[in-house]
């Protein structure tokens, strides 16, 4: 099991950045597949970025495809979510979250999550 802390959420104006982070601990962090996902008052957790193992390969939805950016670190455990051109519609918790396999998708694909940092775009 990864034990997994975000940080770096906040209050930002649209059309402003952010940068969160991910600090892994536990098993060997280069075996986790990492994504991110979002989840706002009264709807559904849902996907946001995914990278594999090795930080090749990257895949996101439609709705933050252009805008966020997810990478990796491997020798300092952690993973990163650059979010740009940010709108009030992001304002969500944002979670962290492992997958033992090399990549995922669904929330089902991912075993450890970490606790959330709230994320608010102003309008």
């Known amino acids: 099991q990864v034990q997994l802390v975000e940080s770096g959420g906040g209050l930002v104006q649209a059309g402003g950045s952010l940068r969160l982070s991910c600090a892994a601990s536990?098993?060997?962090?280069?075996?986790?597949?990492m994504g991110w996902f979002r989840q706002a008052p009264g709807k559904e957790r849902e996907f946001v970025a995914a990278?594999?193992?090795?930080?090749?390969?990257?895949y996101y939805p439609d709705s933050v495809k252009g805008r966020f950016t997810i990478s990796r670190d491997n020798a300092k455990n952690t993973v990163y979510l650059q979010m740009n051109s940010l709108k009030p519609e992001d304002t969500a918790v944002y979670y962290c979250?492992?997958?033992?396999?090399?990549?995922?998708?669904?929330?089902?694909?991912?075993?450890?999550w970490g606790q959330g940092t709230q994320v608010t775009v102003s309008s």
């Open positions: 979250a492992a997958a033992s396999t090399n990549w995922g998708s669904v929330i089902a694909d991912f075993g450890s």
């Open positions: 536990g098993r060997s962090f280069s075996s986790y597949g």
């Open positions: 990278i594999s193992r090795n930080g090749r390969n990257t």
